[in-house]
Nanobody
Framework: QVKLVDSGGGSVQAGGSLRLSCTKSIRSGYDDSGLCMGWFRQRSGKEREAVAAIDGDGSTSYADSVKGRFTISQDNAKTTVYLQMNSLKPEDTAMYYC????????????????RGQGTQVTVSS
């Protein structure tokens, strides 16, 4: 009922910036007004980690590891969510996934009923 396409990853040096995008498409008749959208990441060999989320009412939340460096936002039509990542660190290197669900799983991460294909972010020192 919800399809997510995420993009914008790449390779940067430490201290650099990237902006990720996640665009949703909704099956006709599905009410997405309360949908939570956000990003989680997974580093090689590590468990999934919350990053940032924007809830259906527009409230945002972040994982402590990215507070002050990452900003999540959405367009006026609420079809695309952006993750602006500044002051990137090597430890931010991971596959980043957009996800969407009707609830916030933990601060900084929505549930994962729907997820994008992932986009790789690599930060070199």
């Amino acid at each position: 009922q919800v399809k997510l396409v995420d993009s914008g990853g790449g390779s940067v040096q430490a201290g650099g910036s990237l902006r990720l995008s996640c665009t949703k498409s909704i099956r006709s008749g599905y009410d997405d007004s309360g949908l939570c959208m956000g990003w989680f990441r997974q580093r090689s060999g590590k468990e999934r980690e919350a990053v940032a989320a924007i809830d259906g009412d527009g409230s945002t939340s972040y994982a402590d590891s990215v507070k002050g460096r990452f900003t999540i936002s959405q367009d006026n039509a609420k079809t695309t969510v952006y993750l602006q990542m500044n002051s990137l660190k090597p430890e931010d290197t991971a596959m980043y996934y957009c996800s969407a669900d009707t609830f916030l799983l933990v601060p900084g991460q929505c549930g994962t009923a729907y997820r994008g294909q992932g986009t790789q972010v690599t930060v070199s020192s």
